[in-house]
């Protein structure tokens, strides 16, 4: 098999205005050198590797690549016996006190007391991880205007061996796959403006779309800005979405967040020997960052193909195309669409997760984008989709929608089955 480093290096995008550059071998050989850091794990320190020590103490992978596998999207455990390797859990509780409000205030929740905001399940060194995440399902059965029947699942998350103690009683849960990361380097490079000109908090225009922007923590700028990126458009940029998920998924620590993920009740966790201070410089840091952020955006197939066609235009009618809008103005020369408006929606209480992300409510989600979705299965392994990957396949996370998108779910589920196949075959082009 073709090296994931490899076949990112054949998807390297040089960014707008760096095209005809003299820098573009060093840009090509900083691109190697984070996806090199990007795929190859990180060990325990001490170590000889003093390049690569500092995992954990408290972690949930040791690369990056381990839950972005080819760069693609992460999944829930799909057999019994699987780990959460590429699916992490939020931790949060409600933020009543004024220190919890402050800390809310740029952390966007008050982390639970004990295990903190993000769950870790390893550990090394002797520490034990902090728990055994799983899931249970519970089947959502419907029916298309036609007859057709379809079963849904319903997770439930479960956690075993919580090794530190009980949870708080008002713990909120968010599980989250890892996002596909092609075409985050486009995304960042689309002007506030433009994404804030397609929010409609309060529902002006009375289409029943009410998009509104996440406004988050920017630890560089030390100010609130726009959110764009993750699941709850929580992070402001690709480098501080890195580096969290070096300092909180591999227990990596960087200049943005310089301490480890223990809490106070984790003693032995402050104790255990480190990989430096930060754990990943800056400059090495940033090459990881720059291999993200010149992800490629695979190309779009059968785009003239009568079927997908017919798809488009059932994709529009439907009115998905409200929330994920094909592109911006920013964007409009790029071959490929990102279908996304980067915004919060409410996505109704089937979907929800109960847990607040700064401005983001627990029923709200940002529009993921569409593009690359169609690779899903050749690139990642699997057809798993949504926020938890509870949808088994691209029909099946239509019918989750709900809240703002339960006018076009009602829309497709009076399809009929050729309809359906054509949307179908349109989503699988992109």
């Known amino acids: 098999m073709q090296s994931t480093l490899a076949i990112a290096l054949c998807s390297l995008l040089v960014l707008p205005g760096l095209a005809n550059s003299d820098d573009n071998l060093q840009q090509h050989e900083d691109f190697a050198v984070g996806g090199a850091f990007f795929q190859q794990p990180w060990v325990s320190a001490p170590a000889s590797t003093t390049a690569r020590d500092g995992l954990g103490p408290l972690f949930k992978a040791n690369s990056c690549i381990a839950c972005h596998v080819q760069h693609g999207r992460g ?3 799909l057999t019994a016996t699987e780990p959460f390797l590429s699916t992490i859990v939020k931790l949060s509780i409600p933020a009543t006190t004024a220190e919890q409000l402050m800390v809310a205030k740029t ?3 008050a982390p639970e007391p004990i295990y903190g905001d993000h769950l870790q399940p390893l550990g090394n060194k002797g520490l034990p991880g902090e728990a055994t995440p799983r899931f249970s399902y519970t089947e959502v059965h419907g029916q298309f205007a036609d007859g057709e029947t379809y079963t849904l699942q319903q997770p439930k998350l479960h956690l075993d061996s919580l090794n530190y103690g009980a949870m708080h009683p008002d713990v909120q849960h968010s599980v989250r796959v890892a996002p596909a990361l092609f075409g985050m380097g486009l995304l960042e490079s689309i002007p506030a403006a433009e994404i804030l000109a397609n929010a409609d908090p309060d ?3 009375d289409d029943g779309i009410s998009g509104k922007a996440n406004q988050v923590w920017d630890i560089q700028q030390q100010q609130i800005v726009l959110g764009r990126f993750s699941w709850k458009a929580n992070q402001p940029s690709i480098a501080q979405q890195s580096a969290d998920a070096f300092r909180n998924d591999i227990g990596i620590t960087n200049t943005r967040f310089p301490e480890q993920p223990c ?3 984790q003693t032995d966790c402050h104790h255990l020997p480190d990989g430096g201070k930060p754990e990943i410089p800056d400059d090495l840091l940033d090459k990881v960052v720059f291999h993200v952020n010149a992800q490629r955006v695979p190309p779009r197939r059968e785009v003239t193909d009568p079927q997908v066609l017919q798809g488009e235009r059932l994709f529009k009618q439907s009115g998905c195309a409200a929330c994920h809008i094909p ?6 020369a790029q071959a490929h669409q990102p279908y996304s408006d980067l915004l919060l929606h409410d996505m109704g209480a089937g979907l929800a997760d109960h847990r607040p992300d700064f401005a983001a409510s627990g029923q709200e989600w940002r529009t993921p984008p569409l593009w690359g979705i169609g690779i899903t299965a050749k690139l990642s392994g699997h057809t798993r989709f949504l926020h ?9 996370a239509i019918l989750w929608h709900g809240g703002e998108a339960e006018p076009a779910k009602q829309n497709v589920l009076a399809l009929n089955k050729p309809e359906r196949e054509a949307l179908l075959r349109f989503l699988n082009s992109l």
């Open 75 to 77: 999944h829930p455990p």
């Open 107 to 109: 952390l966007g929740v």
């Open 203 to 205: 529902d002006k225009n």
């Open 327 to 332: 592109t911006f103005p920013a964007l409009a």
């Open 263 to 265: 809490t106070a009740a």
């Open 388 to 396: 938890d990957g509870r949808a088994r396949n691209l029909l099946e």
